[in-house]
């Protein structure tokens, strides 16, 4: 599976911006996608995942801010994010568990938030 993820930029506090990250390849295999962020200086962290029924569940930090989605027709996963701030700051990576367990990574996005 190749992930290319899409979205990312330059916003100031308080704006939106959309992320999407669409796979190719052996597509039947994918169950769960999800987006995780990494800004500088600090680990990986998740911020919401999606399964493949549409279960959603989010970081604290996002609730009521960003919402995931995702296609299954396109093989691609959303991730709306609102009311951003400047401590959204990082590269934004989407993610995909296949049904055997094998995790895949996209390239990663960078989303920077003016204050």
């Known amino acids: 599976v190749q992930l290319q993820a899409f979205g990312g930029g330059l916003v100031q506090a308080g704006g939106s911006l959309r992320l999407s990250c669409a796979a190719s390849?052996?597509?039947?295999?994918?169950?769960?996608m999800g987006w995780y962020r990494q800004a500088p200086g600090k680990q990986r962290e998740m911020v919401a995942r999606?399964?493949?029924?549409?279960?959603?569940n989010y970081a604290d930090y996002v609730k009521g801010r960003f919402t995931i989605s995702r296609d299954n027709a396109k093989n691609t996963v959303y991730l709306q994010m609102n009311s951003l701030r400047p401590d959204d700051t990082a590269v934004y990576y989407c993610?995909?568990?296949?049904?055997?367990?094998?995790?895949?990574w996209g390239q990663g996005t960078q989303v920077t938030v003016s204050s």
């Open positions: 993610k995909i568990n296949s049904f055997g367990g094998t995790n895949y």
């Open positions: 390849g052996t597509t039947f295999s994918i169950n769960a």
């Open positions: 999606i399964s493949r029924d549409g279960i959603t």
